[in-house]
């Protein structure tokens, strides 16, 4: 399928360009952003929820390469492709990055599971408030950048992917 935007077709790893948090490409389509500021939008905003696109062959695709939900996430080329999939199907206002709010607690030392056919499963969860503090990473130990990078290099594909679309 062509989408005639030729960022939004590439595949893979960033390229050294893509890697950089700098440099973005001019933003063309700032309906959303006027929307959640509360000015004046000549229409309402679309937008589709990450999820919405289990449901399209390239996301399960893709998620075969990943080989797991966690690895899909932590994979910074493969979280993007699962964003931009809906914005190449439909005229989208919005991407949502493909993530999942349980990389937090991952991040913070807990071990999280997916479980086929269950769902997210954590093996040995927190009991009580003292089990928190015994067994969290301190927050402020926590690299975000070391335990997060790969969520804020997904974006940063992302955003020069999309070509300010």
């Not at 070391?146 to 020069?160: D, M, W």
Request: with cysteine; net charge positive; hydrophobic share 40%.
């Amino acid at each position: 399928m062509s989408t005639n935007r030729p960022a939004l077709e590439r595949k893979g790893p960033a390229t050294d360009a893509e890697t950089k948090a700098t440099d973005f490409p001019k933003l063309k389509n700032d309906l959303i952003l006027r929307a959640a500021r509360g000015k004046w939008v000549e229409r309402t905003p679309i937008w589709v929820h990450r999820q919405a696109g289990r449901y399209l062959p390239e996301y399960h695709a893709t998620r075969n390469v990943a080989g797991d939900f966690f690895t899909l996430c932590r994979t910074p080329h493969l979280a993007c492709e699962v964003t931009l999939q809906p914005i190449r199907r439909f005229d989208l206002d919005a991407a949502i990055i493909f993530s999942d709010i349980l990389v937090v607690p991952q991040a913070m030392g807990l071990e999280v599971k997916m479980v086929k056919g269950f769902g997210p499963s954590l093996p040995e969860p927190l009991t009580d408030p003292e089990d928190m503090q015994r067994r969290l990473l301190a927050p402020d130990y926590i690299d975000v950048n070391e335990k997060l990078g790969y969520v804020f290099k997904a974006i940063t594909l992302t955003r020069h992917r999309l070509e300010g679309e």
